[in-house]
């Protein structure tokens, strides 16, 4: 399943988005109010750019974190 998703990176529907400045500063503020979760930079990150760029679906394998978090947008968790 991960190779598929790799491969699927590339085509439609995935976007790949870069962090921009705001996006870091929730990083911080996520990783601060969940310390007892250690999201880390990675889910923190994913998490960020979904609520910046107004995007709830995310494809993912770590539900444990990214479900564990209320955001500003309602996250869907794929596949």
Do not use: K
Not at 44 to 61: C, F, S
Request: glycine letters at 8%.
């Amino acid at each position: 399943m991960q190779l598929a998703f790799y491969e699927d990176l590339a085509a439609p529907p995935y976007l790949v988005a870069d962090l921009g400045e705001d996006a870091y500063r929730r990083v911080l503020e996520l990783n601060r109010r969940h310390r007892d979760l250690r999201l880390g930079f990675v889910d923190a990150a994913v998490m960020a750019t979904a609520e910046i760029l107004g995007i709830g679906r995310v494809a993912t394998t770590d539900r444990r974190d990214l479900g564990s978090v209320t955001l500003g947008v309602p996250l869907e968790l794929l596949p």
